[in-house]
């Protein structure tokens, strides 16, 4: 007879995505299947399906243990007491470390140098656009290929043998919008203030946002030859806001320029070769696409097309890649002098053609192997919209430029201003500290200010102008302001704790969102016959779960498709119409307009609720 060995309990770790079994040889066929988590008498089967003849007690080979144990997703460990024994057997997990060992090397190895991308920030009529134009024309190599300009959301220019890309959709809320989208593009953000005008709120709200977003801050101080221009003024205001300029003891680089003479912009093109030099910006060029969309729209006779910044590998002409619900095969590149590219490395704007449709602005795409693959990926996107957002309107969304500025119109309305009163000085750095450590990546906060005094009519006139609220910490209002600020339908809220005065920032902060929509299952019916009508079919069905409602809203489910959504417009318990109908029960439905049921087909009745949305 022979003697069942004792029982080895395996231990089981993780390293990183691998399951290691550590297990002390002999390995015995009960102990290991336990380890693998399967009944022994499979593990008998498959072993002996490899030719392999053992019982539940007897012990296997350690190779052939090591390869049933990959088999099942496993790494096997062999314990040995000697270190020699243990050096024979280099274990899958080595073999799988090296590898990736050897990926993060080629990666490190393949890093190379690549352009800043730039965008360009700041208050509305100081110049973003014309410094935008303004650097294009300075861009020799642009001039020579004589192309048309065209605006594709992005350009890249040549400036003392090297590139710059320049993000062409001025305004901060695309900037904003794309970051919302976790599409952090952009190195460098230049803030153009006007040299007559200083810092205006916007200028403070693109400086906000430029922070936020951790990105390298420079200055260009445009309209340098308008007659009120005082480049000493916004220096002072730079100061003011702990950006100081470097000339004043600070680190922020600023240069004067005028878009209109064009003045400066060589200036400014070294500043932001400089800076880039120091932000060591690297990329590897030698790998699969991926990087995120700027913009995109549909264009008759050529569909949808979608610029692109690649910000890893190459994209080339040919390559599959997808973006959300949307893949492309892509059958052209272009660029913003409608020049013909074959291949896009990091760092490089480019229009694609060859989408399945228009992939939103800041979202990111990669590459797939091929085109079904990318397709696939495509439909797998679609489907979890499907599934999260309880719709079947995830077709193809059309984003069109206009879309596109309706969007970020969207993004700029949800900004919460204050204007804050404080008693002390004190309190006021501590109101702010408390303000700004409240993240959102929905709404904004912007403190357009915050001073020492009484809540005064001025600080109703500046709400009013701002569409602000105004916050009192620890303070009063002047005489007269609650008449002021109805009359400018201004809203004033005092507090005289700090916590509660952030918790109720917070709540307005989320009154500006719209709200979630929640999707509440009530019923569902299987449909069982379908029986004719005077016009039309009705499905004649049970009821499985909850309760079916007249007029509820429910859509028809066939497998996994949704083929039809609306609402419950018949529901009928044999003649009669009912209101409800219960589960256990059968009973006719009719969804809208709707008529090609089909036994087997599930409808379900869903309830949309309203929920406050989370910051
Ligand atoms: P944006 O709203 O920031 O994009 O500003 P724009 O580029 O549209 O410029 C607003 C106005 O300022 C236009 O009338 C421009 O002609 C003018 N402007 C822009 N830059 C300069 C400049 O350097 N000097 C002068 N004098 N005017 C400028």
């Not at 309880?390 to 596109?404: H, I, Q, R, Y």
């Not at 408390?434 to 709404?443: A, P, Q, Y």
Request: glycine share 8%.
């Amino acid at each position: 007879m022979p003697v069942t060995p004792p029982a080895q309990t395996a231990t089981i770790t993780t390293e990183g995505d691998i399951k290691v079994i550590h297990l002390k040889p002999p390995i015995i066929v009960r102990d290991f299947a336990t380890a693998l988590g399967m009944k022994p008498f499979k593990l008998i089967s498959e072993l002996m399906e490899m030719g392999i003849f053992a019982s539940m007690n007897q012990a296997i080979e350690e190779p052939v243990a090591v390869k049933v144990a990959e088999k099942h997703g496993f790494m096997l460990e062999i314990k040995h007491r000697g270190e020699a024994a243990q050096q024979t057997q280099q274990t899958a997990k080595e073999k799988a470390k090296s590898k990736e060992k050897a990926a993060a090397e080629a990666e490190v190895q393949n890093l190379a140098p690549r352009p800043p991308v730039v965008c360009i920030l700041g208050h509305v009529d100081h110049g973003k656009t014309s410094l935008l134009d303004a650097i294009r024309k300075a861009d020799v190599a642009a001039g020579e290929a004589g192309g048309i300009t065209q605006h594709i959301g992005a350009y890249q220019i040549e400036h003392s043998d090297r590139k710059i890309t320049f993000l062409d959709t001025p305004g901060h809320a695309a900037f904003t919008k794309m970051r919302a989208r976790g599409a952090d593009v952009t190195d460098i953000a230049v803030l153009v203030v006007a040299a007559d005008d200083g810092f205006m709120p916007q200028t403070d709200e693109a400086l906000k946002h430029a922070q936020n977003a951790a990105v390298t801050l420079m200055v260009a101080v445009n309209k340098m030859d308008v007659k009120g221009a005082n480049i000493e003024r916004v220096k002072q205001q730079m100061q003011e806001r702990n950006i100081a300029p470097e000339d004043w003891g600070g680190e922020t680089v600023t240069v004067p320029v005028s878009a209109i003479k064009g003045t400066g912009i060589t200036d400014l093109l070294d500043m932001i070769l400089l800076q880039a030099d120091v932000l060591e910006l690297k990329a590897n060029a030698k790998t699969e696409a991926s990087g995120i969309i700027i913009e995109s729209q549909i264009e008759v006779g050529r569909g949808p097309l979608a610029t692109v910044i690649v910000q890893r590998g190459t994209l080339r002409v040919g390559d599959s890649i997808v973006c959300g619900p949307h893949w492309a095969k892509v059958r052209a590149m272009f660029d913003d002098q409608g020049k013909n590219l074959k291949e896009a490395p990091p760092a490089t704007p480019v229009r694609v053609i060859g989408w399945s449709g228009a992939p939103d602005s800041g979202a990111a795409f990669k590459s797939a192997k091929n085109a079904r693959e990318a397709e696939n990926l495509a439909e797998e996107a679609e489907h979890l919209i499907r599934k999260t957002t309880g719709t079947a309107d995830a077709a193809p969304k059309e984003v069109s430029v206009e879309s596109l500025f309706a969007n970020i119109a969207a993004t700029q309305a949800k900004v919460l201003k204050l204007i804050i009163k404080t008693d002390v000085f004190g309190s006021t750095e501590a109101v702010r500290n408390l303000l700004e450590n409240i993240k959102s990546t929905k709404v904004s906060l912007e403190i357009v200010s915050v001073d020492v005094g009484l809540v005064s009519k001025t600080d109703i006139l500046m709400a009013s102008a701002a569409g602000a609220v105004v916050i009192g910490f620890n303070t009063k209002l002047e005489n007269g302001v609650t008449a002021v600020a109805k009359h400018h339908g201004v809203r004033i809220e005092t507090y005289g704790i700090i916590y509660e005065l952030a918790d109720k920032v917070r709540d307005m902060m989320a009154d500006l969102l719209d709200p979630d929509l929640k999707e509440n299952k009530t019923g569902a019916a299987e449909v069982r016959a379908t029986f004719p009508l005077a016009k039309g079919f009705v499905a004649g069905c049970l009821v499985t779960e909850g309760k079916i409602t007249r007029n509820g809203s429910a859509r028809l489910r066939r497998k996994k498709e949704i083929v039809f959504e609306g609402k419950v417009s018949t529901l009928k318990r044999f003649k009669d119409d009912a209101n409800e109908v219960r589960a256990g029960i059968e009973c006719g439905i009719k969804l809208g307009d709707f008529n090609g049921y089909e036994i087997g087909d599930v409808i379900e009745c869903f309830e949309i609720t309203k929920v406050r949305a989370a910051l």
